[in-house]
């Protein structure tokens, strides 16, 4: 007779084989090259022990692609987390034509990352639309994508402008399990708009802004498509990003141990990161 006990880990096994295949056989293949040296022979690399690690935190190009990754995290992820859920409040109210905003807002997301960062360079050349604007205002031209002080932030638009309908959505769903009657007390009670939202929105969907907060730091952290498409990481390295330098190290330098070492690095960096906007945003859940 068929034993229940094991029924669990039968619908848990294909799970686990996807989770083993791509991403715990690749993550110790990894871990594993950034012990290796390969600038001799790439074919038969040697044993370089932790020396890719101790040349990747003498490397100042390094410390300038972390920095860059640390801009891009704190100036993308509180407008993510933040300014998708102003709008969710928004269009969860009965207006008129609420579908449509929806759909509006939410058009970005199924654009292709590719051609959006395509359509912004466009917008953001020299003889682009902004600077037609920009010009016809009586200012000088900007170089979006060519001047170190502009470029990064430009590419940081890219990511917001793609994201916003994506963790609306998120927000649009949490807010639907509010109970309305909260909101009928605030009423009674003589609470405002704002204060209606502070006091019982914010707090009963608290868990999903920590899931959107750790999803969007996780992204930006990892962004790769915005910057090869537009910038190249240029110009002078002002946005080259730590996973955009990992690819530049691996397949254009084909220092696949520096660029291992890297990847480990960043893993690391993500799971502070991830740790701690779980234990700011529902710290309550780990208390014993």
Not at 61 to 81: E, G, H, S
Not at 162 to 183: C, F, Q, R, T
Request: charged share 10%.
């Amino acid at each position: 007779m068929y034993n229940s006990k094991y029924a669990p880990y039968l619908f848990l096994l294909p799970a686990g084989i996807i989770l083993a295949v791509f991403f715990f056989i690749p993550f110790f293949q990894t871990v594993w090259l950034s012990f290796l040296d390969y600038s001799a022979d790439i074919y038969n690399p040697a044993f370089a022990g932790l020396d890719n690690y101790i040349n990747l935190f003498k490397n100042p190009v390094f410390y300038k692609v972390l920095w860059n990754t640390f801009i891009y995290l704190f100036a993308a992820v509180p407008i993510l987390a933040i300014f998708p859920l102003f709008l969710a409040v928004l269009i969860n109210q009965k207006i008129r034509g609420a579908t449509l905003y929806k759909i509006l807002i939410y058009l970005p997301v199924i654009v292709s990352i590719v051609v959006a960062a395509i359509a912004f360079k466009w917008l953001y050349a020299d003889q682009g639309i902004l600077n037609y604007v920009v010009t016809s205002l009586g200012f000088k031209s900007i170089g979006w994508l060519t001047d170190p002080k502009y470029a990064l932030y430009s590419v940081i638009i890219v990511t917001i402008w793609k994201g916003i309908g994506y963790y609306m959505i998120i927000y649009l769903a949490a807010l639907m399990s509010v109970p309305n009657e909260l909101y009928e007390a605030c009423d009674i009670d003589g609470a405002n708009f704002l204060t209606k939202h502070l006091t019982v929105t914010i707090p009963h969907i608290m868990p999903t802004i920590a899931l959107v907060t750790t999803i969007s730091a996780i992204s930006a952290m990892k962004v790769f498509a915005e910057i090869y498409v537009m910038t190249k990481g240029g110009p002078l390295n002002s946005s080259k990003t730590i996973v955009y330098y990992i690819y530049e190290r691996a397949f254009e330098n084909l220092d696949l141990g520096l660029a291992s070492a890297m990847a480990v690095v960043l893993l690391v960096i993500v799971m502070i990161f991830s740790l701690i906007n779980i234990f700011c945003f529902e710290r309550n859940k780990y208390q014993l």
